[in-house]
C-alpha cells in the first residue's frame, strides 16, 4: 500500500510538472512572465535528489559504510552559478539546453546499471521533465530579442552526444554516476537562482548579476557568435 502510494505521489507531479510544459506539445506560451514562471518551477522540482540521486544510491548501495561521503560533484563538469551569471540571456539558455543534452545522454548511459524495472520509474520520470524543461527553453528563447541562434526543440530520437569515458571497475562507474547526478541536482538549482533574476521583461540585456553590471572598467567575457553554441572546456561530460 505505501510503494502504491508513493508511485501515485509521484505520478501526480510528474502529472503537474508536465501540465506546466505546453511546448511539449507542439505549442509555445507568448506570455514572457508566465513562461519564465513555468522555468523557475520546473528548475526548483528537477533540483530535488528525492528525483534521482537518493534513489541511485540507494539501488547502487552506495548508502552503507560510509560510501554516500564520497558521492560528490567533480569541479568542472557543470557550470557553477557564477559563470552562468555572467552570461546573456541568450547564451545562458544555449549553455543550458546543450547541457541537459548531454544529461540526458548521460541517464541513458546510467540507465545500463539499472536492471530493475520499477527502479527505472524516476529515471524515466527524470527524462521526461528534461524534455518538457528543454522545450520551455526553446520558446524562451524566441521571445527574447537579438537571438543569433534559437535553441531547437528536444529530439525525440536519441540524437549524438559524446560518451563519458568508460570506467572498467563496476564500484567506480556507480560512484561516477553518483557524483554526477550530485552536480546536476546542484547544476538545477543554480539554473533556478539565475530565473529569478531577471527582471519583469524580455528586453533586459545587461548580464544577471547586478553587481557585475554596475562594476565599471571590469571586463566582461563576451562570446563570439562563432563559438556561441559550444561548450565552455571542461563542462561535461567525461
Known sequence: MRAQLMRRTLLSLVLGLLFLSTPAMGSCLDNYQELLGQLQKQADFMQHTSMLLDPYISIQGLDKD????????????????????????????????????????????????????????KLNIAK???????????????????????????????????????????????????????????????????????????????RHSPRRGLRKGKHRTHLSSRNKRLMPRGWLPR
Not at 557550470?79 to 539558455?93: G, I, N, T, V, Y
Request: charged residues 25%.
Open 66 to 121: 560510509g560510501l554516500k561521503k564520497h558521492c560528490r560533484e567533480r569541479p568542472g563538469v557543470f557550470p557553477s552559478k557564477d559563470a552562468l551569471q555572467q552570461l546573456s540571456r541568450q547564451e545562458f539558455l544555449q549553455i543550458l539546453n546543450t547541457t541537459l543534452g548531454h544529461v540526458l545522454h548521460r541517464l541513458r548511459t546510467l540507465q545500463k546499471d539499472i536492471p530493475k524495472a520499477q527502479d527505472l520509474e
Open 128 to 206: 521526461l521533465n528534461i524534455r518538457g524543461f528543454k522545450n520551455n527553453i526553446h520558446c524562451m528563447a524566441q521571445l527574447l530579442p537579438g537571438s543569433l541562434e534559437k535553441t531547437e526543440p528536444t529530439p525525440t530520437g536519441p540524437g549524438a552526444s559524446p560518451s563519458p569515458t568508460p570506467i572498467s571497475d563496476a564500484f567506480q562507474r556507480r560512484l561516477e554516476g553518483c557524483r554526477f547526478l550530485h552536480g546536476y541536482h546542484r547544476f538545477m538549482h543554480s539554473v533556478g537562482q539565475v530565473f529569478r533574476e531577471w527582471g519583469q521583461s524580455p528586453s533586459r540585456s545587461r
